[in-house]
């Protein structure tokens, strides 16, 4: 009886595992292709209403009024009415006081007179040689005014000289005191022997000294040594 009882008992372990075995396939030959999977489609957005477009209202524009026609031969010039208090009027250069001015391209008359837009200007605190004055006796005489006028042309090589002028040039032949920058054209004339001090100018030491030393019109000629 116990070959029998064993031999039930194991066909019975082999029936139990071909039944197990065979579901375990049944499954796998499903598999995930079997199963449904619910897909939900996506919702496309509504669309974006359009905005109201705003109605403009037109302003009504005034016709264009032509100006009428005018006749220019009956047009008149009036004068300029007064101005409304003396800060507002312009200056008038023939009431200006004298002021300092800086004169450009100045023309040397001769050794101390300049003139420069319009205006004839001495040179202040000096005996101014003449053009034409002559320097030296007999064989020794020679045109001192000449060469001093020259030296001064030289001198100021068409630079600005400032000297105090009206505000209008007239004929007459003005006395001032000028400055060539810095420098005092009349202390060099005198410097150098091409003028004379005037008296109480301050020119005094200038002229002893040139006149110690032979130069301009206190010597001889220029290259006659």
Excluded at 44 to 65: D, M, N, W, Y
Excluded at 75 to 103: F, I, K, N
Excluded at 114 to 141: F, K, M, P, Q
Aim: proline letters at 12%.
């Amino acid at each position: 009886m116990r070959p029998a009882a064993l031999l039930v008992g194991v066909g019975g372990l082999v029936l139990v595992g071909a039944i197990v075995f065979g579901w375990g396939q049944s499954e796998l030959a499903s598999g995930p292709s079997d199963r449904q999977v619910s897909v939900t489609p996506p919702v496309a957005p509504e669309p974006t209403p359009p905005a109201p477009k705003s109605e403009r209202v037109g302003r009504p524009v005034a016709p264009t009024i032509a100006a009428p026609p005018v006749d220019i031969t009956q047009l008149e010039r009036v004068a300029p009415r007064e101005p409304l208090s003396p800060l507002g009027a312009p200056e008038d250069p023939a009431t200006r006081p004298p002021r300092e001015t800086l004169l450009h391209r100045p023309v040397a008359i001769d050794a101390g007179t300049i003139e420069a837009e319009g205006h004839r200007v001495a040179l202040e605190g000096i005996e101014i040689v003449a053009a034409d004055e002559i320097c030296g006796e007999g064989g020794g005489s020679w045109p001192c005014g000449v060469h001093a006028r020259t030296a001064f042309r030289n001198y100021l090589r068409g630079r600005a000289i400032a000297c105090t002028v009206p505000g209008t040039p007239g004929g007459e032949t003005i006395v001032s005191r000028c400055k060539l920058g810095p420098a005092d054209p009349a202390e060099w004339l005198v410097a150098q022997g091409w003028a004379h001090a005037a008296p109480g100018s301050g020119y005094e030491d200038e002229e002893r000294a040139a006149s110690e030393a032979g130069r301009g019109i206190h010597g001889a000629a220029p290259g006659s040594n």
